[in-house]
């Protein structure tokens, strides 16, 4: 999609440009070669991305993606299956890297609304090793779930989860690429959605508005296997401190997240308002817009929203998702809700 200047841009909160800062943040960045860990300004960020997270060690990776499919590839062992829910970002949209980066076989939950297995779920889905099975390598949640609409999952939900399968020696992975929107909207430190689980991926390049980059964090062991895989999957950066210093300014982009959920909280309501479109409210900076009872696929109403200049992605038959994020102020969406409202009366019509 070619966006024009008047475009609301609400096709993802990865659409944001780097600040003024950031530029100059790049631009001045001190910087080494970062596979032989001489880059002052990576190690800063692993270091405070660590911190922020409560973790032991952290490691910068080029996305989120990496993040996790390196984190799939230390935990398991080729051949053991990788539990995880059935709309999670693993399975649903990582070209089946488990698969085919780490040889993992997955095992879907499918947690509906809850977004995360119950314990007892959690049980029924862990295979134990034995002549005729495999044996499970991995349990992994993520938060805040995308796919059903940025939903903020208690950490009591995640804690229960992850204390079965640890307890039945499985490690667990969060996927957390959207971790500080969950955490901002359950007004709980990050840490403490982290401190049940053995590691974690979350995004600078999502709402806190880096240009480039994840975080994998876990403990030290973890992260020394985590750096190796990282090199193998061609992750290893050299002065990785240019595209580190604007990751660290993100980090001081976590408060301002409510604002992205009170914007999408407005933007929900508007939608919800138009005839035949159903808009539940979110917890954090996700809107998926249902129209089914209007009748109109979410790829028309996407192409009509184009028109009218708005972006937004197509998530299923009849459901279109809209983001927010720090490019995104109060005004525009106002602007977002009349011209998404003139493209469903146009399809309506
Ligand atoms: C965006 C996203 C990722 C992947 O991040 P990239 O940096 O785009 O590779 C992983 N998990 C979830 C839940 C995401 O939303």
Redesign the pocket.
């Known amino acids: 999609m070619d966006i024009d200047e008047d475009t609301i841009d609400l096709r993802s909160d ?1 659409v944001t440009a780097p600040s003024a800062e950031m530029r100059e943040a790049a631009a001045t960045a001190e910087v080494g070669d970062d596979v032989y860990r001489d880059d002052p300004t990576v190690n800063e960020l692993e270091r405070r991305a660590a911190e922020a997270v409560g973790a032991e060690a952290a490691l910068y990776v080029p ?4 993040a ?1 499919q390196i984190a799939v590839h230390v935990h398991t062992e080729p051949g053991e299956e990788l539990l995880l829910e059935r709309e999670s ?2 399975y649903r ?1 990582e070209l089946a890297g488990a698969a085919k980066l780490s040889g993992a076989q997955t095992r879907t939950v499918d947690a509906g609304e809850r977004c995360v297995p119950t314990p007892e779920e959690v049980r029924e889905g862990l295979v134990s090793e034995d002549l005729h099975r495999p044996g499970t390598g991995l349990l992994s949640l ?1 938060n805040t779930h ?1 796919y059903r609409g940025g939903v903020a999952v208690p950490v009591e939900g995640i804690a229960a989860a992850a204390d079965v399968a640890r307890d039945a020696g499985v490690p667990v992975h969060l ?1 957390g ?2 971790l500080f929107n969950a955490a901002v909207a359950l007004g709980v430190d990050a840490s403490a959605i982290v401190d049940p689980v053995d590691s974690v ?1 979350f ?1 600078l ?2 709402g806190l508005g880096a240009p480039v980059g ?1 975080v994998l964090a876990g403990d030290e062991g973890f992260i020394e296997e985590a750096r190796r895989v990282r090199k193998l999957f061609g992750g290893g950066m050299r002065q990785a401190g240019m595209i580190a210093a604007p990751g660290l300014l993100a980090l001081e982009n976590v408060d301002r997240l409510a604002e992205d959920h009170a914007n999408a909280e407005r933007l929900a309501a508007g939608l919800d308002a138009l005839d035949g479109v159903n808009a539940p409210a979110p917890d954090t900076n996700i809107v998926v817009a249902h129209s089914d009872e209007a009748e109109i696929p979410a790829a028309d109403l996407v192409e009509a929203c184009k028109a009218a200049g708005v972006g937004c992605v197509e998530f299923d038959e009849h459901t279109t998702r809209f983001t927010t994020h720090l490019d995104v102020h109060a005004d525009d969406v106002e602007e977002a809700v009349d011209r998404i409202g003139d493209a469903v009366a146009a399809l309506s019509a």
């Open positions: 990865t996305s989120g993606t990496m996790n970002h693993i949209w993520e995308n996927d690429a959207r991926t995004c390049s999502k994840s």
